[in-house]
């Protein structure tokens, strides 16, 4: 028997995408004769969520599970609508080949090449297209070369190896499972035997590897993984990346047993022959060793209504490595008619585009092309834990394995040590006018009375000198909280403490700065002022020219301010004057 | 017509050669699938716990955690959310399966449906499933702070659940929105959480029934013999075809020789006549209808699978 097939459908609004689905699955006998007594058509099978039934579309992926005598698929049926892109490259990022619906009276559309182009970028390889409605268009040959061959026409641009067209009738089954008595001309295979004789994903030909993903402690320490490609056995050298070291894989533990080889695809556990350090985000490498860097160029699939802001720090997953991660801006994206390259500051929900993406330490990885599990990523919203994007690496760009972190002699805690203090950052927060800059001036004041040695970062003085390119959007204030953080950062290290003042509306590069430093080092104040009660005040006039329209993307008028929701300290100000708080917020700290 | 490919049950080739690569047979790429799955939840989640009933689907799935940690024991205990109704036979082999792997089970009860007395013949289906096992799951995951629950169920079964994802996102009250589903592409799964945020992670999500007992023969594992046709006291009641496992509501019983495709509260069991006693004669049986017929809870409103689940049903 084959190996199983996994494919997707796609096609456009109303090319009887349901229907053939149906049909397939009613010839090969995969519908139970309970689920089909009362149907009224064969595109109900497919169609599982109320939202579906009720508008007469496809809206998330389905997987549908059904097999003949010679193979066993499993189906991702993808809505066609634009809209719901992301749910079309979720069902093609596991597909060994994409059914690519047209209707025969209508031809090849903007969205048959849209979902192409989107099924080819995520790996597939092969297509069949099946050019359904053929009673309409009179079961004519000619108009089924002629859309055979505009389609072929594309997918040679496109690099699309191979190509099957199929003319066929979904709602009576012609050329589904059985052959067509009515379109005699057609000498190709039927649908479903294109299906059987199709190929199975290429496996990777990349030598071993194997994510870590998790270290199993019994007698000694196992790690545990999938094989992502080649095959590995006792007595082999291998490598932990990305730190590079040498290991001897020792045993291949299962529970039927130990293996005297395993290969890709297979959940096993390796135990090696000496102890090294190695956890879960490592990778497992025979041979050729893994690339390795923080710097890369991807292809993305943006999938979040929030559109992707440049510089702001995400969460990278790759195999089972998580890394911190920012994206530059997009180098282009694809124009969604015309699929050409366009320019752009940022991707919104399902748009597709290009850019550079830098990880907060290396990772190990594999171009796309060479290994879906290895070169696939998601990124990851901090804040609200969703998927925001999926990508594809291209390569890795050769600067990062350029610059080497300097290892230095004298290391943050010797400077801290002869200035007898425990470096802090003091972050304040709050709205323009709230009393941020006030406050950390007294506090400042009172630590240089106690022989602290600090620094006060102020947003408007830095804004004057560091950061005096940047804007007000929402993508320069995440570079402008970005370089305060580092340049917080660097005084950190040289051993002081340091206050900073900046509104730094967003809770996500709040966090980003968190992460920078070592916990317990940041502390968040959050100076709360009500916005009627900042705009009252008004010390700079600001407010009054936000209102007037001469200020844009003003905090709390126009833009928004996120409250932190666990700050370490809270300072209400409607309660306590600026010297009280300054008393409260060193009272509180040990410096 | 193409027939289904019949398989041959206890057919074990774990891995083979051809033309030089290894390749796996489709069931045991299933349980490797699985195995990572497992392995996945576990890493990322905080609090694991796994729905355990000693049904065949979660039969399967213990013994593939079993798998994924061995020679360790799964990291996790193991959850069952009982209603009093469940089959004598079943609650046994639950007992002995948890000591068999050596981990902690926790039996929830709801206690707010224990003290009005709730039961399938006097409340009907609909009530006795919402306040046992949705409002009882929901109770015992908060109770034990669970942040991830493994469950059994596969994509096959059920319309509403070929939709659902391997890693899926319950909302703070343990709701399911099927629109607002996390994108799942690769093998890649997200497992962070938003506040109060939760998840439940089916490892069978790509398995069929077909395949589920083809796994049950190869790996031999021990399934309730309720499953298998035998003469058992039984009776009809709104036109179900019940197996009636104790004398608590007093109910009239035939002998018939029967079994059971799915396994729930017995009241709510649909049983059919059968002379089936192998897995061989399940699976050629079982061709024709689909597996939740039986369950009668599925039966009470159109779309009900999809409005369980989004009340928090697993």
Redo the contacts between chains.
């Keep these: 028997m084959k190996p199983l097939l996994r494919f997707l459908t796609c096609g456009s609004v109303d090319d009887g995408k349901s229907t053939l689905i149906g049909r397939l699955l009613h010839d090969c006998g995969a519908v139970a004769q309970d689920r089909l007594a009362g149907l009224a058509d064969f595109s109900l099978l497919a169609d599982g969520l109320e939202a579906e039934r009720e508008q007469g579309i496809t809206i998330d992926v389905a997987h549908l599970y059904f097999g003949t005598e010679k193979r066993r698929f499993i189906l991702a049926d993808t809505p066609g609508h634009e809209q719901y892109t992301r749910n079309m490259a979720t069902g093609a990022s596991t597909a060994d080949l994409a059914v690519v619906l047209v209707d025969a009276a209508k031809g090849v559309l903007t969205q048959t090449r849209r979902h192409s182009t989107i099924a080819h970028l995520l790996g597939i390889r092969q297509f069949v297209l099946a050019v359904n409605k053929m009673d309409l268009a009179g079961f004519d040959r000619a108009r089924f070369e002629e859309i055979r061959d505009d389609f072929g026409r594309f997918a040679e641009e496109l690099g699309i190896d191979a190509v099957t067209a199929i003319p066929v009738c979904a709602l009576d089954g012609d050329n589904v499972a059985e052959r067509s008595g009515r379109m005699v001309w057609y000498e190709g295979p039927t649908l479903l035997a294109a299906l059987e004789d199709a190929n199975s994903q290429a496996p990777s030909s990349l030598p071993f590897r194997m994510p870590v993903q998790t270290v199993i402690r019994d007698a000694g320490r196992l790690y545990a993984g999938t094989v992502a490609s080649g095959s590995v056995k006792p007595g082999d050298r291998i490598e932990i990346a990305p730190a590079g070291t040498p290991a001897e894989v020792a045993r291949i533990v299962t529970m039927e047993g130990d293996l005297a080889e395993a290969g890709a695809g297979q959940a096993v556990a390796i135990a090696l022959a000496s102890e090294v350090d190695c956890s879960r985000g490592d990778m497992l490498a025979g041979g050729d060793a893994p690339q390795v860097a923080d710097q890369f160029e991807a292809s993305l699939v943006w999938m979040s209504e929030e559109a992707l802001l440049p510089g702001r720090q995400y969460l990278l997953k790759l195999g089972t490595q998580t890394v911190p991660a920012t994206v530059q801006e997009p180098k282009y994206k694809l124009g969604i008619d015309t699929m050409e390259q366009l320019a752009a500051k940022t991707l919104a929900l399902n748009e597709i585009g290009v850019a550079n993406i830098w990880t907060a330490r290396p990772i190990a990885f594999e171009p796309y092309a060479a290994s879906r599990a290895l070169g696939g990523f998601i990124l990851i919203d901090r804040i609200a834990a969703s998927t925001v994007a999926a990508g594809m690496i291209h390569f890795a760009l050769r600067r990062s394995e350029n610059v080497h972190e300097q290892t230095l002699a004298v290391t943050p805690a010797l400077r801290a040590g002869l200035k007898q203090q425990r470096p802090k950052l003091l972050w304040f927060t709050g709205l323009s006018g709230a009393g941020k800059s006030t406050i950390a001036n007294l506090v400042e004041a009172k630590l240089h009375a106690r022989g602290r040695h600090t620094f006060l970062l102020d947003g408007d003085n830095v804004r004057l000198g560091l950061n005096k390119d940047l804007g007000f959007t929402a993508a320069d204030r995440v570079e402008n909280i970005r370089r305060a953080g580092e340049a917080a950062k660097l005084m950190l290290d040289a051993g002081l403490i340091v206050l900073t003042a900046f509104i730094s509306p967003f809770r996500a590069e709040r966090a980003m700065v968190r992460s920078l430093v070592a916990q317990g080092d940041f502390i968040e104040i959050f100076v709360d002022t009500p916005l009627a009660e900042a705009e009252r005040r008004d010390t700079k006039g600001l407010y009054k020219k936000a209102r007037a329209g001469q200020l844009a993307n003003f905090t709390g008028v126009d833009s928004p301010y996120e409250t932190p929701e666990t700050p370490e300290i809270h300072i209400d100000t409607l309660t306590i004057d600026a010297e009280a708080a300054a008393e409260l917020i060193v009272s509180k700290l040990d410096v | ?5 019949r398989f041959t049950i206890g057919e074990a080739v ?2 083979r050669r051809r033309n030089g ?4 047979d ?1 069931l ?2 299933l ?3 699985a ?2 799955i497992i ?2 939840a ?2 990322e989640a905080e609090r694991p716990v796994m729905l355990f009933s000693g049904g065949k689907d979660s039969c399967v799935m213990l013994h593939l955690a ?7 024991r799964p990291p996790f205990p193991l959850l069952h959310v009982d209603t009093g109704w469940k089959f004598a036979e079943l609650y046994r082999l639950r007992d002995d399966l948890a000591a068999e792997a050596g981990m902690a089970l926790i039996v929830h009860r709801n206690p707010e449906a224990e003290a009005r007395g709730i039961n399938p013949f006097d409340h009907g289906a609909t009530l006795h499933t919402e306040l046992w096992k949705t409002e009882g799951l929901k109770q015992a995951l908060d109770a034990g702070r669970f942040d991830l629950a493994f469950g059994g169920a596969r ?2 079964e059920e ?5 659902e994802r391997v890693f899926s996102v319950r909302s703070p009250g343990h709701g399911w929105d ?2 607002r ?8 799964y ?1 497992g ?3 506040a109060g ?1 939760s998840l439940r992670v089916f490892p069978l ?2 398995w ?1 029934e077909r395949d589920v007992w083809a796994y049950v023969a190869r790996e031999q594992l021990k399934v309730a013999s309720l499953y298998f046709a035998a003469e058992r006291p039984t009776c009809i009641r709104d036109d179900a075809l019940l197996i009636v496992d104790d004398d608590r509501a007093g109910l009239e019983v035939t002998m018939r020789r029967v079994r059971v495709r799915t396994v729930g509260c017995w009241p709510l069991t649909g049983a059919i006549e059968s002379g089936a006693a192998t897995i061989e004669a399940i699976v050629a049986e079982m ?4 597996e939740r ?1 039986g369950r009668l809870i599925d039966k009470d409103q159109t ?1 009900s699978m ?1 409005r369980k689940k989004r009340e928090g049903y697993f």
């Design positions: 017509m193409h027939s289904l490919r774990p891995i690569p290894l390749t796996l489709p045991s790429r349980e490797a699938e195995i990572q392995r996945e576990a890493a079993r798998k994924a940690f061995f020679p360790a994509r096959d319309m509403s659940r070929a939709k099927p629109k589903q996390r994108p799942e592409l690769w093998q890649l997200n962070r959480l938003g945020e999500s790509d069929t061709e024709g209808t689909s017929a779309a999809e």
